[in-house]
């Protein structure tokens, strides 16, 4: 039985965070099925950039700002508001949620054999 958006959002792993204006935001780890869903309202030349793609997964993995829920983006455009609103004081918030609290979803191989070790 599939899930309905609202039962996938909570069933995923989150995290809440404020940030410097004092904003409630909450993050979800994404899936590889979010990564493939962001590489196609990103497309071509700007997801080869990490710079674009890196703000790109963090504005994604938002699920909502101050207890407001953030749609599933679809758009590029959807995606470049959600960042405008973010700025600096949100990305940075985000960037240390997901930091803390989920594991990389893709690693070098120089990190995996170090994470193996360590596991």
Known sequence: MEQTPSQAIVASKTATIKDGRGRKIVVRKLK??????LLEIVGGAN???????GLASLAYSVSSIDDVAVGRLG?????????KELDDDGFEAIAEAVSKNFKPVHKTDAEAKEAAKNE
Do not use: G, M, S
Request: proline share 5%; net charge negative; glycine share 0%.
């Open 32 to 37: 590889p099925i979010d990564e493939l869903q």
């Open 47 to 53: 997801a080869a950039n990490e710079r674009y793609l």
């Open 75 to 83: 758009t590029k455009l959807q995606l470049e508001t959600l960042v």
